[in-house]
């Protein structure tokens, strides 16, 4: 049942004292201006935020609005769930652009090569969302949610670029493809939603894991166990905003100002003080994306 104040924003955290980065949020999915969202998230220490792309559309915007404010950085990509869609179609009309046509392998070659073309741009540090989704994605449109990941695990090497990972229910495939590729420099598990033991597989190859604010939910406490035993040095932060709002206001919007609040819990989750966890995370997160 959607609570009453399903559509009112959460209230502001106490700030930060230790600046921090939110590492995966939508500002275009997000009410209010991005200067409104970036001043909201700066006045309680959230002060770079990582805008993450998910069709071509999508990923214009992100390379747009970080060339136009210093505190974004951007990430492009078709989103897993969006490369069946450009190859089969969208009778439903399920993605943002509403119904479409079938456009075959060819259009996803031509989306793929508008990826490609915003991956050289300078303030473009990543290429993702991509990966994954086994929940949304029937077998027929597995094909071609592999190919596009396999190509954006290729953009993301040759830019230099981190490569974010969309994974949903879709461990071992994610982590198959990133083997038979060979994974970037720099690759992220944004939403980690892998338990303690992938947590291990995920450290052992030097993957960052970035938390969004399910990590908080009652029922998580796989993932509070995986943070347990992640390197402090490969754990972010995110908002994935507007999903995914921490604890206790889920069902609520989302936005980065609310990333104290994840930050908070996993700082407990670790057993050590907020400072030290923004201070990790902070360090982590400009080294995960070159900045």
Partial sequence: MPSKNADVPPPLPAPLRVAVADSHTHLDMQAGTVEEGLAKAASVGVTTVVQVGCDVRGSQWAARTAAEHESVHAAVALHPNEAPRIVLGDPDGWSRQGAREAGGDAALDEALAEIDRLASLPHVKGVGETGLDHFRTGPEGMAAQERSFRAHIEIAKRHGKALVIHDR?????????????????????????????MAQVCAEH????????????????????????????????????????PAPYRGRPNAPYLVPVTLRAMAKTRGIDEDAMAAAVSANTARAFGY
């Fill in 169 to 197: 229910e879709a461990h071992e495939d994610v982590l198959r493809v990133l083997k038979e590729e060979g994974a970037p420099e720099r690759t992220v598990f944004h939403c980690y939603s892998g338990d303690a033991a």
């Fill in 206 to 245: 030097g993957y960052f894991m970035s938390f969004a604010g399910n990590v908080t939910f009652k029922n998580a406490q796989g993932l509070r166990d995986a943070l347990a035993v992640a390197p402090l040095e490969l754990v972010l932060v995110e908002t994935d905003a507007p999903f995914l709002t």
